[in-house]
Antibody, heavy 115, light 106 residues
Framework: QVQLQESGPRLVKPSETLSLTCTVS????????WTWIRQPAGKGLEWLGR???????NYNPSLKSRVTMSVDMSKNHFSLKLTSVTAADTAVYYC?????????WGQGTQVTVSS | EIVLTQSPATLSLSPGERATLSCRAS??????LAWYQQKPGQAPRLLIH???YRVTGIPARFSGSGSGTDFTLTISSLEPEDFAVYYC????????FGGGTKVEIK
């Protein structure tokens, strides 16, 4: 059974960098894309980008200048960095396997941007 | 950017009734559309991909149809566990999601 689990700081200060990791279990990360999606409270879903097991990335053009994703196959995890955060980046952040569609998803982690 | 418009925003129905949810794309996306169900406090769950292919384990009362710009998710007879928010998602051009339809108990 494929499972994903997000981890990282729940509180980030404005202008700093948000860093999250998604640990994958139950499947090899090879030959798949892995994606990050976020959801502000009470709002819809926003795709942030994806990374292939080889390290190739595609980012949402609206966030491209602030997003970096990486993958560590030896640890079976992939990571998200979002720089220069503001209150608008407060959201639940999800990771998911990307097989053209997103399945399965991690449970999500709430990240709040506040001083 | 391809915009997905879901309607209605809220659908008030009773258990046993049929639910029809719409998703309209701002330009043709062929059948590159998926549907997700999200319950409070949970991550979304994939129901349908490629417009009409039901994911293994998803009950047969869920069905998807459409191509081009107009898509429909139908729940033939609502069960209590089906009351949730439903999102459509396209990947014809990058990835975008619709704003969601909340199916609530009448």
């Amino acid at each position: 059974q494929v499972q994903l689990q997000e981890s990282g700081p729940r509180l980030v200060k404005p202008s700093e960098t948000l860093s999250l990791t998604c640990t994958v279990s139950g499947v090899s990360m090879s030959s798949y894309y892995w994606t990050w999606i976020r959801q502000p409270a009470g709002k819809g879903l926003e795709w942030l980008g994806r990374i292939y097991s080889s390290g190739t990335t595609n980012y949402n053009p609206s966030l491209k200048s602030r997003v970096t994703m990486s993958v560590d196959m030896s640890k079976n995890h992939f990571s998200l960095k979002l720089t220069s955060v503001t209150a608008a980046d407060t959201a639940v952040y999800y990771c998911a396997r990307d097989k053209a569609w997103f399945d399965p998803w991690g449970q999500g982690t709430q990240v709040t941007v506040s001083s | 950017e391809i915009v997905l418009t879901q309607s209605p925003a809220t659908l008030s129905l009773s258990p046993g009734e049929r639910a029809t949810l719409s998703c309209r794309a701002s330009q043709s996306i062929s059948t590159l559309l998926a549907w997700y169900q999200q319950k409070p406090g949970q991550a979304p769950r994939l129901l349908i991909h490629d417009a009409s292919y039901r994911v293994t384990g998803i009950p047969a009362r869920f069905s998807g149809s459409g191509s081009g710009t107009d898509f429909t998710l139908t729940i033939s007879s609502l069960e209590p566990e089906d009351f949730a928010v439903y999102y459509c998602q396209q990947r014809s051009n990058w990835v975008t999601f619709g704003g969601g339809t909340k199916v609530e108990i009448k």
